[in-house]
């Protein structure tokens, strides 16, 4: 049997349990919540800052900041090549149900110094967690260095990036840092979360929306030709008819 | 200047795209030929997606060719009665074309065939230009005439469907244009090429017409089947670029000016060499990065 002073001890640390995990909380913002693609679009920089919130005094755990930026999620498909009657063909396929179309992680340190293990899987945190295979069962064995080519093509065209070391904390209460986006953005929602972690445990999160958007005549064009395909047909073959004509009557007076 | 195009969803130099435009347009205006079977391959070179190149090449085709066609109209050298037989071949060729590129795209295997069928074409085209030009620089330098046939009776004349062709002067089958139009329509739905070169041939000897009406009924078939290729890429594929087209056409305009006065103050022979030696230049690399072990495995598409 239980002592009551054990009981009544469970009871305190309970009690005191979520008073100590939400004793510092994160505050962020962003310097801009939109995003234009224009027909010049060649990439853009966000500013993520903010500030750590608490009523005591810093505790002695190590202070870690994560901020994650995260494109709209879409399936993909990934297909390897082999050589099939001398030429390198399209052979394998692994369709995958989710990946970011963009995904930022920075970090104030090595995620692994100021991230468990146990935690990044909780809150997905690493590029490598954002990728959600398929359920549907494939007829390929190695269907995981498919989504290890996926991170590695889209790492080396700029759209996943891991940059630890760039937050920077200012006396364990401000911090901030600079995300560069590609200029081969695609529109949508984009989730910015910033995490706060001590001793590699997050202690508190908070996301805000980026809303990227095409702009002008190129979005106007997209719109056009994916909604009302006819439509943007007819006025490709009418726009060409009518330059060929033009081009002809101009050069046949000079 | 760097450039959103909106379909084909990359950032490319505005130059660049009017620079290939000028160049195509150039070779284009010294030689007579389209250009199409050269501008997609090096719009693959410059990262635009093959279906993207395929489609929006026939586009810029279509504007291309009615500058072409109207000079012919106003000089009465189209054969419309033949015209409109190659039109309905290549009506139906483009359909099933179209239906060919649909099922390799789902089966990811659309920029293979589009390649492949590149690397045969130009191999082809490359090899016999060059052997045609040398043979006809060794020839004016023998001075020694050659005599073709006027007129002559092939297995084409023993077919049924008969029919008069007044501007040709022709009484033959519709069968062999319907065919001949039909290749080029297909050709035109996979490769985004106009087909002229193979048109051209076909109708002087195969069909038998007289020179004079081939190059504008040629066009006049292009204009019309390459439009309907635009309309189906549209509606199928969603990969019709048209700034990337209007930029493309405008250098082609240009280029097709200063490629005519060129042409006419340099000799021809010798200037077929060149363009067979660059046709053979552009077939090797695209073969090679077939033969060649990618750098690169793994290729993603977005979506399923």
């Known amino acids: 049997m239980r002592s009551p002073r054990t009981v009544l001890g469970v009871l305190i640390l309970f009690l005191l349990t979520p008073m100590v995990a939400a004793k510092e909380e994160v505050v962020s913002a962003l310097s801009q919540y939109r995003i234009a693609i224009t027909a010049n679009f060649d990439g853009s920089e966000i500013f993520v800052y903010g500030a750590i919130k608490r009523e005591q005094p810093p505790p002695d755990e190590r202070l870690g900041v994560v901020i994650t930026i995260a494109g709209p999620h879409e399936p993909v498909t990934v297909r390897r090549k082999a050589r099939r009657a001398g030429i390198w063909v399209n052979t394998d396929v692994v369709e995958i149900k989710a990946a970011p179309t963009f995904y930022a992680v920075a970090s104030s340190a090595p995620l692994t110094q100021i991230l468990n293990d146990d935690e990044d899987l909780k809150h997905e945190i690493r590029i490598e967690e954002m990728i959600t295979s398929s359920d549907t069962p494939t007829d390929v064995a190695d269907a995981q260095t498919f989504s290890e080519a996926l991170v590695r093509i889209r790492q080396r065209d700029g759209l996943y990036v891991e940059t630890p070391g760039t937050v920077a904390i200012q006396s364990q209460t401000l911090f901030g840092t600079q995300v560069t986006l590609p200029a081969n953005l695609v529109k949508g929602e984009y989730t910015a979360t910033t995490y706060i972690t001590r001793d590699g445990v997050v202690i508190d999160k908070q996301e805000k929306t980026i809303r990227v958007h095409k702009i002008g005549l190129e979005r106007w064009i997209y719109n056009l030709a994916h909604e009302q395909p006819v439509t943007y047909g007819v006025l490709a073959v009418l726009i060409a008819a009518v330059t060929g004509w033009l081009a002809s009557a101009i050069f046949r007076r000079i | 200047m760097q450039i959103y195009l909106p379909i084909a969803e990359v950032s490319v130099n505005a130059f660049l795209l009017l620079g290939l435009g000028g160049l195509v347009g150039i070779l284009s205006g010294m030689f007579g030929v389209g250009g199409g079977f050269l501008m997609t391959p090096l719009l693959f070179f410059i990262g635009i997606p093959p279906p993207v190149a395929v489609a929006t090449e026939a586009n810029q085709i279509v504007a291309a060719s009615v500058s072409g066609a109207l000079a012919h109209l106003r000089k009465k050298t189209i054969d419309i009665q033949m015209g409109i037989i190659l039109v309905i071949g290549g009506i139906f060729g483009a359909a099933l074309g179209i239906q060919i590129f ?33 043979r006809s620089i060794r020839r004016t330098h023998q001075k020694t005439p050659v005599r073709r046939k006027l007129h002559h009776h092939n297995w084409v004349h023993g077919l049924p469907f008969k029919m008069k062709f007044r501007a040709s002067g022709l009484y033959i089958s519709v069968i ?18 106009g087909g002229g070169f193979i048109m051209v ?21 292009i204009v019309f089947v390459t439009a309907f290729t635009t309309l189906l890429h549209a509606t199928a594929n969603q990969t019709v670029d048209i700034a990337l087209a ?23 022979e010798h200037l077929r060499v060149f363009l067979a030696i660059l046709v053979i230049g552009v077939c090797a690399k695209l073969a090679l990065e077939l033969l060649l072990q990618p750098a690169e495995l793994y290729v993603i598409d977005r979506g399923h």
């Open chain 2, 102 to 134: 649909v099922a390799l795209k789902e089966a990811g295997q659309i920029d293979t065939l589009i390649r492949i069928c590149y690397v045969a074409l130009l191999g082809v085209i490359g090899t016999l230009m060059l052997f045609e030009s040398v």
């Open chain 2, 201 to 221: 041939p076909a109708m002087i000897y195969i069909l038998g017409m007289p020179t004079k009406v081939v190059i504008g009924t040629s066009l006049f078939q």
């Open chain 2, 176 to 193: 062999p244009p319907l065919m001949v139009g039909a290749v080029v329509g297909i050709l035109a739905a996979i490769m985004g090429v």
């Open chain 2, 246 to 268: 209007f930029f493309l056409f405008i250098g082609a305009v240009v280029g097709a000016q200063i490629g005519t006065r060129i042409g006419v103050k340099l000799p021809a």
